[in-house]
């Protein structure tokens, strides 16, 4: 995992964007100097906010669905100090790109930096510490909201309405993969509720181009941006899937949602207030596996735990309070 503590989501492309630790003296006393002065970014954030100085957030772990917990971050953090104007550092610009938050993007980083991170949550398996007041915590920054914000264009709205405008209501939009697999319910259990969905609303595919094939639906899966994929689900009643990019951006964009948690992360962390947040206590639980971190080893008994009835009566509960 040496990526993760270096270059933001292991991009590469980023790593100049980075400021240098110098190794060698004399020049290596002002990296040490600078390190030391971000260790007491608690204590000088007044300081920096009244003198309107710039910070560097740097989305450290770098999945699509960190760049939307780093600009919640950003967002607390500027709800404190709204004087500070902030550059982000991100592997995935593209879903920030109209955040009124966020100053600059992709600049390089400034004296004064944050990273952006719950890897130590990982290494311990956290099981109640959510991810915005750990990070929060570590600014000495007591308040926060744990809410997505997502911005989406007039002109984004209207390509998406202009997608969907035939489909009966309500819409129900569905994305059936992680890129984590102990966070993807059976493939086979997707598949009847699809078919079962169908009877109470318009189901639409949303995702990547991993996502299976589901022949009675509209699919957008593969075929849409990340952009395109969020001002899709603008329009959608209520959202089914994992924890992954697209939960994130549903309550960004205030969208309810169902979400199949499994047993890989804790709600207590991860979980949206105003979702059903689906999780099977196991033994195992929380395991915190990421993609070449981990691998299961129980057979994926957390998800196989979450039954097809379970998904489908809360979904149903769900668009009947939306209509109430």
Not at 138 to 161: C, V
Request: charged letters at 25%.
């Amino acid at each position: 995992m040496k990526e993760y503590g270096e270059i933001p989501g292991g991009k590469n492309e980023l790593k100049p964007l980075l400021y240098p630790f110098h190794r060698s003296y004399p020049i290596k006393i002002w990296s040490k100097f600078r390190w030391f002065q971000n260790s007491r970014l608690p204590s000088l954030l007044p300081t920096l906010n009244k003198k309107r100085k710039w910070l560097t957030v740097i989305d450290r772990l770098g999945a699509p669905g960190d760049a939307l917990i780093t600009s919640n971050v950003i967002r607390c953090i500027k709800d404190n100090c709204p004087n500070l104007k902030i550059n982000c550092i991100t592997p995935h610009p593209e879903l920030l790109k109209l955040d009124p938050n966020i100053d600059s993007i992709n600049k390089k980083e400034t004296f004064y930096s944050f990273d952006s991170t719950y890897w130590e949550l990982i290494v311990r398996k956290e099981k109640k510490i959510n991810i915005i007041r750990h990070n929060l915590d570590r600014l000495g920054i007591q308040e926060y909201e744990y809410k997505a914000r997502y911005y989406i264009s007039k002109e984004e709205k209207e390509w998406a309405k202009d997608k969907i405008n035939r489909l009966n209501k309500p819409i129900i939009g569905i994305c059936t993969k992680s890129k984590e697999t102990v966070k993807n319910w059976p493939e086979s259990n997707w598949k009847s509720l699809v078919e079962t969905l169908t009877t109470i609303g318009q189901v639409i595919h949303l995702g990547d181009n991993s996502e299976p094939v589901f022949d009675q639906i509209p699919r957008f899966a593969g075929k849409c941006s990340m952009r395109q994929s969020a001002a899709l689900l603008y329009h959608c009643k209520c959202f089914i899937g994992p924890d992954s990019l697209l939960m994130h951006i549903a309550n960004g964009l205030n969208v309810p949602s169902v979400i199949i948690f499994g047993g890989a992360r804790p709600v207590n962390c991860f979980g949206y207030d105003g979702n059903v947040n689906l999780s099977s206590r196991t033994n195992c639980s929380p395991c915190w596996i990421h993609k070449g971190y981990e691998s299961c080893n129980e057979d994926m008994k957390c998800m196989k735990h979450i039954t097809l009835d379970t998904v489908f009566k809360n979904t149903l509960q769900m668009l009947s309070n939306l209509q109430n």
